[in-house]
């Protein structure tokens, strides 16, 4: 609730003010408790609700379950430190006589003058 309320802007809030007092007048502080008295009894209800259906209960046992499967190290980890080691690992130069991943590596660019198999094949002819 909170949230959708942070998302309004200075402005906005001034408007809704503005035709809070010219639609209520006199009236606007009776009908802002009237409102705060709806709101909380709506939190109220919510909180039963969420009691009598054992959600809370359910997203606590979801949640050890996943802590129980990461490893605790990651748990601890940053999000930058986690980066900067696939960064570190991706700029290493690959162990001697382990395979280079294939289609990762560029080209070699042709020197001038040498001709590829391609090239010394005739061109087709157009009738």
Known sequence: MLAFIFNFGTLEIFLVVIVAVLVFGRNLPTVAVQAAEVV???RRSLADLRRETGIDEE???ARRTIDAAVPREVRRMDVRE???RQVEE???EPEPGSEKPSG???QPAEL???TTAAADEDPPVSS
């Open 40 to 42: 909380q009894r709506l």
């Open 59 to 61: 997203l606590r046992k």
């Open 82 to 84: 986690i980066v900067r």
């Open 104 to 106: 990762s590596e560029k």
């Open 112 to 114: 001038p003058g040498e």
């Open 90 to 92: 991706a700029g290493r």
